[in-house]
Each structure stands twice: as structure tokens, then as C-alpha cells.
């Protein structure tokens, strides 16, 4: 009997056993099928949870960079219209702030002043003559009337009248010149500005029309901002800009004029900035920031654009649940929404997530959340459930 018993309760286990063994492979099996059909309804995607927005339209003041180069507003070059002088003194230099009408350069004008006594000394003779000879002419006249003096000297006399008056105005305008060409031996400065380049020295004979100085009228500067074609049409004259470069600072300035031309090899336009001060001195590269007011933008929030291959982006959700990268432009953009181009409004944009997301992945969009209120009346109301369940125990 215990033969039995024994051999009885190896075969109940033995049973057992093999029931256990076809319950796992059971298991395993139903694991399988259900992997298979997951991976045959997703198409092997991702089921990452992630947070969505809808990008909006918004009017957001927009601001267009630019780049370029320091320039005079407009440079004058000072000249000598006398030549064949020496230069006596020289009274300003680079840097220097002058006046119109200041003086620039003295030339030695002894010969000048000697010509000038000359002449003045001539227009004495010729206003002596012509006294003279018009005297002459009045004696001939009252001759002739009386019958003393023929026609023929009468004609004499008024020619030699008009002869005097000729000289005198000869000997006048030879009078004026030297004058003008005395004054021209002091180069004066032309208009208000600040000296850049001065090609003089004291000794030097200098020829006519050759450069001395070069002077930023008024010293005022602007910068001549190399602006991408697809933004020429948004800057216009008047708007305000900030202007700053590395070594100098900031400064602002305000758009004076958009050139109507546009580079065509690089496809750039010129917009021309007046600059109110600063540091600046031309020939310097300098950046700006040209405010062109509000313009219409789609936003998304910061977080949601991405860089995939040097390219900014955001993974947008179609009607079926899966990402795909559009790439986008950034116009604007601070701590917590982007502007862009290149997107819809309207679109769903991913944000929570984005970044683990691959092209053609699955998601599941996480629900809203719920506002603050119906938070704490939902947690009013459970703390109102334990309150009577305890009451209800504590009868029990």
C-alpha cells in the first residue's frame, strides 16, 4: 500500500509539472502574437507620450540683422585752386573738428600781395586817364557847339573817352583777380566736419587741385547695412535700429534711405543708417538690429524648434499620429515662443518629447492638463469621500 501511495503522488507531479511547462509555453506564445500585431498596427514606430501645441497666427514686433561697413555721411575733399605755392602753415590735423571757413593752410602769398599793389596801382592810372579824357570830351562838345571845333575832333575826344573807360574796367577786373587769387593762398574749409586724412605738409609746393584734406561733412557717420533681398521690402526710411560691434559698443541710429538697387551677385541691398553717436569711425564693420515694426508671424514655443543637420525645425503630427520634420526659418525668438516661416498656422507642433522623436514615428499625445480649479475641487471632493468613509467605518 505505501508502494502505492508513493508511486501515486510522483505521478500527480509528474502531471503537474507538465501542466506548469504548457502554461509557459502558453504564455510565451500569447506574448508573440500579441508583439507581432502591435508591431503590425504601429508599423515598428515609436508609441512615445508627447505634449502638442497648434501653432498660432500673432502680430510680433520683428527686427531685420544686418551687417556692413562704417561710412562718412558724406566726404568732402579740400583742394587748392591756386597753384605753384609754398605752403607756409599748416594749422590742422586728422582728428581735428573744424568750422567753415575755418583755416587749413597757409601759402606764401609775398608775390601775391606785390601783384595786388600793382593793380591797384593800374586802376589809379586808368580812373586818372579817364578823368582826363572825359573833361577832354566836355571841352570838345561845348567847342563844337559854339563852331570852334570840327566833328572830326569831337570823334577823337569820345573815343579817347571811351578807350579811358575800358582801361579802368580792365585794370579793375585785374584788380579782382589778384584779389581772388590772394585769398585763395589761405585754404579755408569748405563746410563744418571732422578731419579724416590730410595729405599736407609745411614746405610742400602745392599744385592745383590736388587733394589736401578730406572732411566728414557735419562728422556724421552711417552704416551701409548689406540687407538680405527677402527683407529689403520690410526696412524703410525713418525706422529706428541699434547699432553695435564688438570693440566699440551699441549706439542708435535711424534708417536714412534704402537704396532701390540690389547686388546681383549676392542678392543684397544696401539700407543707409545715420548713426547719433558713439565711438565709430569709418571703415569700421559694425551689426544692426533694424526695428520694422509689427509683422504678422506663425509662433511656436522655443522648445519645440529643433536642429537636425544644421537646419532648424519642428516635428509636426499629421491626422494620423505620426511625426515628421518640417524644416522652418527663425525669425524671432525669445525664452518661450519662436517666430518662423515655413510653417502653417494651424499646424500641431510637437514639444514635450520632440527631441527622442524620428521621422515617421508614432505618438501618443498626452491629454491637457487640467486648470488649477477643477484640480482642487477634485481634490476637495476626495478629501470629502475619505472624510465619510472613515465616519462609516467608524459605526461599523
Do not use: H, W, Y
Given at each position: 500500500?505505501?508502494?502505492?501511495?508513493?508511486?501515486?503522488?510522483?505521478?500527480?507531479?509528474?502531471?503537474?509539472?507538465?501542466?506548469?511547462?504548457?502554461?509557459?509555453?502558453?504564455?510565451?506564445?500569447?506574448?508573440?502574437?500579441?508583439?507581432?500585431?502591435?508591431?503590425?498596427?504601429?508599423?515598428?514606430a515609436s508609441s512615445q507620450t508627447v505634449s502638442v501645441v497648434v501653432a498660432s497666427l500673432q502680430n510680433l514686433p520683428r527686427t531685420v540683422t544686418a551687417s556692413g561697413t562704417v561710412s562718412a555721411w558724406e566726404e568732402v575733399p579740400v583742394g587748392a585752386e591756386t597753384g605753384g605755392l609754398t605752403a607756409t602753415g599748416v594749422y590742422v590735423d586728422e582728428g581735428n573738428y573744424v568750422r567753415q571757413g575755418q583755416p587749413l593752410v597757409q601759402m606764401n602769398d609775398a608775390l601775391l600781395r606785390a601783384q595786388l599793389r600793382q593793380q591797384q596801382a593800374a586802376v589809379e592810372t586808368a580812373n586818372a586817364n579817364a578823368s582826363r579824357d572825359q573833361a577832354a570830351l566836355g571841352r570838345a562838345q561845348e567847342l563844337k557847339e559854339r563852331g570852334f571845333l570840327s566833328q572830326a575832333?569831337?570823334?577823337?575826344?569820345?573815343?579817347?573817352?571811351?578807350?579811358?573807360?575800358?582801361?579802368?574796367?580792365?585794370?579793375?577786373?585785374?584788380?579782382?583777380?589778384?584779389?581772388?587769387?590772394?585769398?585763395?593762398?589761405?585754404?579755408?574749409?569748405?563746410?563744418?566736419?571732422?578731419?579724416?586724412?590730410?595729405?599736407v605738409t609745411?614746405?610742400?609746393?602745392?599744385?592745383?587741385?590736388?587733394?589736401?584734406?578730406?572732411?566728414?561733412?557735419?562728422?556724421?557717420?552711417?552704416?551701409?547695412?548689406?540687407?538680405?533681398?527677402?527683407?529689403?521690402?520690410?526696412?524703410?526710411?525713418?525706422?529706428?535700429?541699434?547699432?553695435?560691434?564688438d570693440q566699440i559698443g551699441e549706439t542708435t541710429g535711424r534708417v536714412r534711405i534704402?537704396?532701390?538697387?540690389?547686388?546681383?551677385?549676392?542678392?543684397?541691398?544696401?539700407a543707409r543708417i545715420a548713426l547719433t553717436g558713439g565711438g565709430f569711425r569709418p571703415g569700421m564693420f559694425a551689426r544692426a538690429r533694424i526695428q520694422v515694426g509689427d509683422q504678422p508671424a506663425v509662433t511656436v514655443p522655443t522648445a519645440a524648434v529643433l536642429y537636425r543637420e544644421n537646419r532648424a525645425g519642428v516635428f509636426m503630427l499629421g491626422t494620423d499620429n505620426r511625426a515628421h520634420f518640417q524644416p522652418v526659418t527663425v525669425l524671432s525668438r525669445t525664452t518661450d515662443s519662436t517666430a518662423v516661416s515655413?510653417?502653417?498656422?494651424?499646424?500641431?507642433?510637437?514639444?514635450?518629447?520632440?527631441?527622442?522623436?524620428?521621422?515617421?514615428?508614432?505618438?501618443?499625445?498626452?491629454?491637457?492638463?487640467?486648470?488649477?480649479?477643477?484640480?482642487?475641487?477634485?481634490?476637495?471632493?476626495?478629501?470629502?469621500?475619505?472624510?465619510?468613509?472613515?465616519t462609516a467605518d467608524a459605526k461599523k
Open positions: 500500500m505505501a508502494n502505492i501511495k508513493r508511486n501515486m503522488r510522483a505521478g500527480a507531479a509528474v502531471v503537474l509539472v507538465s501542466l506548469a511547462l504548457a502554461a509557459c509555453g502558453a504564455s510565451e506564445d500569447a506574448k508573440k502574437a500579441e508583439t507581432k500585431a502591435g508591431a503590425k498596427a504601429g508599423g515598428g575832333s569831337l570823334d577823337t575826344a569820345l573815343a579817347n573817352q571811351r578807350a579811358s573807360s575800358a582801361n579802368v574796367a580792365a585794370a579793375q577786373a585785374s584788380l579782382s583777380e589778384t584779389r581772388t587769387r590772394l585769398s585763395q593762398a589761405t585754404i579755408k574749409a569748405p563746410v563744418s566736419g571732422l578731419v579724416i586724412s590730410r595729405n609745411r614746405g610742400q609746393i602745392i599744385s592745383a587741385g590736388t587733394e589736401l584734406f578730406r572732411i566728414v561733412r557735419d562728422g556724421r557717420l552711417e552704416l551701409d547695412a548689406q540687407v538680405p533681398e527677402t527683407d529689403l521690402a520690410l526696412v524703410r526710411s525713418g525706422q529706428s535700429a541699434v547699432i553695435s560691434s534704402v537704396t532701390p538697387e540690389v547686388n546681383a551677385e549676392n542678392r543684397l541691398g544696401v515655413g510653417l502653417a498656422a494651424g499646424s500641431r507642433v510637437v514639444v514635450a518629447g520632440a527631441g527622442f522623436l524620428g521621422e515617421g514615428d508614432r505618438v501618443t499625445v498626452a491629454p491637457a492638463a487640467r486648470p488649477v480649479a477643477n484640480r482642487a475641487s477634485a481634490a476637495r471632493t476626495a478629501a470629502v469621500s475619505a472624510a465619510a468613509a472613515r
